[in-house]
Structure formats: C-alpha cells, structure tokens
C-alpha cells in the first residue's frame, strides 16, 4: 500500500531552463496554491484574463504542468502605459507531486479566473 506522505513536500515552481535559452524564452509563473483536504490535494493557480482555450495542462509521471498566454491587446504600440504590473505572453507553472497521488484521475476546472486541479490519493493511500 503506498501512502501520500505529507512530510515529502510538494515542489511549485518553473522547469530548469537550458543554458542557450534566450530572453524570447521567458516566461512567467502565475501563483499557485497547493493545499491538501481528506480525499487528496488541490493545485489552484491564478490565471485571471486568460482564455480557457489558451490554458493546457500535461502530466509526465509525478509531474504536472500548466501552461499558457495572457493575451494583452495594447502590445501592438498604441498604447502608452503609465504603469505595467500585470503579466503577459507565456506562463508556465510545473507542480511536482509526492508519491502517493493519484494524476491519472485528476480532475480541473477553470472558473473565475481560477484554474483548480483536484488529484486524488491513489486508492488505498492514507495521508500521514
């Protein structure tokens, strides 16, 4: 029996970029939440103003990753910010999950401008 060991953390961040990769590379890291609840975990990430068809989300073993544009219509020129805080172009967020989670029953959802990702336990594992 496998257990969802809560002391083995949870890992949020961005890929290891290759050494040869340029500034047309770059990409940002929305914010993502990752809390655990009876039946499994939830990854939630911050995507406000992102279209749901812009968002893909892979699995590759214990790995999720979430990728994306925010699409910003005033990059063509006309427009003369005052202030830029807001993120644009290509986001990416790779969540990597202890053992004992279930990814091949995942489930998400994209609401509000919220994308929320349920994953199980594997049957049978118990959280410590």
């Not at 929305?30 to 609840?37: E, K, S």
């Not at 939630?44 to 990728?67: F, H, N, Y």
């Not at 925010?70 to 990416?92: L, V």
Request: charged share 20%; aromatic share 8%; hydrophobic share 35%.
């Amino acid at each position: 029996m496998s257990k969802a060991n809560s002391s083995q953390p949870f890992t949020v961040g961005l890929p290891s970029r290759p050494s040869g990769a340029s500034s047309a590379d770059t990409v940002w890291m929305p914010n993502t939440d990752v809390y655990l609840h009876a039946s499994g975990a939830v990854i939630k990430v911050e995507l406000a103003g992102i279209r749901k068809e812009d968002l893909e989300i892979s699995v590759e073993g214990t790995r999720l990753t979430m990728t994306g544009v925010r699409r910003d219509e005033c990059r063509n020129g006309d427009c003369n910010f005052q202030a830029m805080e807001i993120h644009y172009g290509a986001f990416e967020s790779v969540v990597e999950l202890p053992a004992g989670y279930d990814l091949t029953q995942a489930r998400a959802s994209y609401q509000n401008g919220f994308l929320r990702v349920d994953v199980p336990t594997v049957s049978g594992a118990r959280k410590a």
